[in-house]
């Protein structure tokens, strides 16, 4: 979501003492770009098909879940949009040459993709929630709740738009060192990167996964105290809740490293953290490829659709 530009191969500690190490990018040029380019194909093809069993199924027969699936879909689409334009960044040895307003689209359109994502899944967790809690008892069978409308989904976007806003605002194409031309937030000041960082990092990862915890935490109560449905009923719900509860444990996995290692960077840069010198060439190295592994979340939903509801596996069959 948000690229660290390492190339000077400095930086400073909280100490005020400058740190510099050496850094061998010559792997990340040719390994990086190849592996967002297989994200790119995988995760082009894979939400393509899941936005096409979603929305193209009966919308009487859709779960209430699946407006919240598609939008993930969706969300996962804008950001792999973009990943050929990174790729070539990281081929050229960070150098963008297709020009500002590029620069600044993309940008927005990959923090748009991380905001929207979370919030996705946040607000399937919460659906979630909400189903557990009104379940009807076993004498009476729970009417069909029908699909999240079209406010709250217009909302999530909103949001997510809003939260990505700086990117679209602060992102620029600037001449950088050895005539290359860097696509990065506009000068600023560490403190206002760390500040934008750390908020990102808030809104778009830890805030949303305290709220999906929540919510699983409400779902088991609520399991345990009342929801005792018909075999077929709670057989389907809890294949529902091992299929959400997979794609929280992705997206938590894929972003934390990234999460952790810009948060501390940032704030080792804005002087707010001790860190020793080496530490912060390790960080320095191992954030694009914690990046990468970040990217490649967009990819993996498809898979665990695929392995773990039998209805999109069914639906895909109809397709083909």
Excluded at 57 to 73: F, Q, T, V
Excluded at 202 to 218: D, I, R, S, T, W
Excluded at 219 to 240: C, D, I, M
């Amino acid at each position: 979501a948000e690229e660290y530009y390492y190339g000077e191969e400095t930086a400073g500690n909280a100490t005020g003492e400058a740190c510099e190490w050496q850094a061998d990018w010559e792997a990340s040029f040719s390994l990086l770009p190849l592996l967002y380019l297989l994200v790119f194909a995988l995760g082009l093809s894979g939400n393509g098909l899941v936005l096409l069993t979603v929305w193209r199924g009966p919308r009487a027969r859709r779960r209430s879940a699946d407006a919240y699936i598609g939008n993930l879909a969706l969300a996962d689409l804008a950001f792999v949009a973009t990943l050929p334009l990174w790729a070539a960044y990281t081929a050229l040895r960070f150098h963008w040459p297709f020009g500002a307003a590029l620069c600044k689209l993309s940008s927005f359109l990959v923090l748009l993709s991380m905001f929207a994502s979370a919030f996705c899944l946040g607000g399937l967790s919460a659906e979630r929630c909400r189903a557990a809690a009104r379940a009807a008892p076993p004498a009476r069978a729970a009417p069909r709740r029908r699909p999240a409308g079209l406010g709250p989904l217009a909302a999530l976007w909103a949001a997510a738009a809003a939260a990505a806003l700086p990117a679209l605002l602060l992102r620029e194409a600037r001449r950088g060192p050895r005539n290359r031309t860097l696509c990065e937030l506009a000068a600023g000041g560490a403190g206002r990167a760390a500040a934008l960082s750390l908020g990102a990092t808030a809104l778009g990862f830890a805030a949303p996964l305290l709220l999906m915890a929540v919510c699983y935490c409400c779902v088991g109560a609520a399991v345990r105290r009342h929801l005792r449905p018909r075999r077929a009923e709670a057989a389907a719900r809890r294949r529902l809740l091992r299929l959400i509860a997979a794609l929280v444990a992705v997206f938590a996995g894929c972003w934390l490293p990234f999460h952790l290692l810009k948060s501390l960077f940032a704030l080792a840069a804005a002087g707010l953290l001790e860190l020793p010198c080496a530490l912060l060439g390790l960080i320095a190295r191992l954030h694009p490829y914690a990046t990468c592994l970040a990217y490649l979340n967009s990819c993996l939903n498809p898979l665990l659709y695929a392995f773990l509801d039998g209805r999109f596996r069914a639906r895909c069959r109809l397709l083909l």
